[in-house]
């Protein structure tokens, strides 16, 4: 089945520093979805991406769709305490029904 | 706007029995997923429900059910309760079976 990689499984950074984090996967999505998750809540949308090389910001976050549609990118920038949760890829395909998660990318910031 | 909202919040049953979680989608929200997410991993895809109908299934046995009701609301059925089954239970709110999906804060369940 589909399976998506999330890298790194998590990473420990000093408040302002960049924070980059990548998804591959094995099959072709026509949808790129960023989410985080706080401890007790459900993941939270943050981008979606949904043309190939598309590269879309959010604030401080921006997103990237990979030109091969196997990949994607997030990046944080000048990262604060808030920023602290984990981070979900998922890949989808329009009426489809699913989108297919990566086990996340855990970010906690030191002050 | 009201987000989705799930009940219940916490859920202990025991191995074999039965057990009912309740959603309810974001206002103008057609279309409900179900997702099973294990300590430490993503989101794992159980069925989605668009009009009151299945539209998808994920590698799921057949003991997981569902349901939407004409008010888009969901309920997510599981039977035979196993150990392997306690996870945090998401559902996902969407218009028109897009991916932009707004989730719950999850039903968390416990089999002893």
């Known amino acids: 089945g589909q399976q998506l990689n999330q890298s790194p499984q998590s990473m420990f950074i000093q408040e302002g520093e960049d924070v980059s984090m990548n998804c591959t996967s094995s099959?072709?999505?026509?949808?790129w979805l960023w989410y985080k998750q706080d401890p007790g809540e459900g993941p939270v949308l943050l981008i979606a991406?949904?043309?190939?090389?598309e590269l879309t910001s959010n604030g401080r976050l921006t997103a990237q769709f990979g030109i091969t549609r196997k990949d994607s990118f997030l990046n944080i920038s000048a990262s604060i305490p808030s920023d602290v949760g984990i981070y979900f890829c998922?890949?989808?395909?329009?009426?489809?029904?699913?989108?297919?998660f990566g086990d996340g990318t855990t970010l906690t910031v030191k002050p | 706007e009201t987000g989705v909202t799930q009940s219940p919040t916490h859920l202990i049953k025991t191995r074999g029995q039965q057990v009912t979680l309740r959603c309810s989608s974001q206002?103008?929200?057609?279309?409900v997923s179900w997702y099973q997410q294990a300590l430490g991993q993503g989101p794992q895809f159980i069925f989605q429900?668009?009009?009151?109908?299945?539209?998808g299934r994920g590698n799921f046995p057949p003991r997981f059910s569902g349901l939407q009701f004409p008010n888009y609301s969901s309920e997510l059925n599981v039977n035979a309760l196993e150990l392997d089954d306690s996870a945090l239970y998401l559902c996902?709110?969407?218009?028109?079976?897009?991916?932009?999906?707004?989730f719950g804060p999850g039903t968390r369940l416990t089999v002893l």
């Open positions: 996902a709110s969407s218009t028109d079976r897009g991916n932009e999906q707004f």
């Open positions: 099959s072709i999505f026509n949808t």
């Open positions: 991406l949904y043309k190939a090389g």
């Open positions: 998922a890949g989808g395909n329009t009426n489809a029904g699913k989108s297919t």
């Open positions: 206002s103008g929200h057609n279309t």
């Open positions: 429900y668009y009009r009151e109908e299945e539209n």
